[in-house]
């Protein structure tokens, strides 16, 4: 089956479009391939990868945001090297993002109270675990106690995980695409360090 020529194949300015129409909805579309990439950081010896939610995409101020638990060893991790990659692919759309950013981790600030107060009751359950992610433990649990852990709670009780909330904002340095085409695919760099660059790359 022949695949359609797109707007965005061989136009920077379509493809940079393209790109936050696909970040920007993932943040409303609990189905989108791009809600959920893999966000990678750590340092020369120790880099680990995991799955987040996308929580905001600002096309205006080039950052992305996702949620975590204050606790997590990746906070200390983003704290002593800020370098991170964010890697999506969405496989109906036939594009891999390779996001390179800085990040900041936001607690107990303005940017972590307006993204509480948008996260649900029923959400904020894994900010209600006794001891952060990551802690061994020598039975397998899920870290919440009975009461959290059979959604036995109020929207004041859930209050109390405002505590372990953090929010991780990705500043963009830089955005690599790749578009798989039968005709033929395409790469290609938007570089955002100093005035904005495009690079076609060879696939
Ligand atoms: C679908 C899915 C969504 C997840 N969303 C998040 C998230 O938004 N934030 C987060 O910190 N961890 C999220 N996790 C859990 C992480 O992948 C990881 O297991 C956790 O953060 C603990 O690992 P770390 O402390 O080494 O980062 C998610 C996992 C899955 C499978």
């Not at 579309?29 to 799955?51: A, H, M, Q, Y």
């Not at 940017?111 to 904020?124: A, D, L, P």
Request: charged share 35%.
């Amino acid at each position: 089956m022949s695949q359609e020529i797109v707007s965005y194949y061989e136009d920077f300015k379509e493809i940079e479009k393209k790109i936050w129409d696909l970040l920007t909805k993932a943040v409303k579309d609990r189905s989108s391939e791009f809600r959920t990439p893999v966000f990678i950081c750590g340092n020369d010896k120790d880099l680990d990868g995991r799955v987040v939610v996308l929580r905001k995409a600002d096309e205006q101020n080039n950052f992305i945001q996702y949620h975590s638990d204050i606790r997590s060893s990746k906070i200390e991790k983003i704290k002593k090297n800020p370098n991170c990659s964010i890697l999506f692919y969405g496989k109906e759309e036939k594009i891999q993002l390779r996001v390179k950013a800085e990040c900041q981790v936001n607690y107990n600030n303005d940017v972590t109270k307006e993204s509480w107060e948008k996260t649900g009751h029923i959400s904020r359950k894994c900010y209600l675990v006794s001891n952060g992610p990551g802690t061994e433990s020598e039975k397998p649990t899920s870290g919440l106690d009975n009461k959290f852990d059979n959604f036995d709670f109020t929207k004041e009780e859930s209050e109390a995980g405002y505590k372990n909330f953090c929010v991780i904002k990705c500043k963009i340095k830089s955005i690599e695409w790749l578009y798989l085409a039968a005709k033929g695919h395409r790469r290609a760099l938007i570089d955002f360090s100093g005035s904005k660059k495009f690079t076609w790359l060879v696939p």
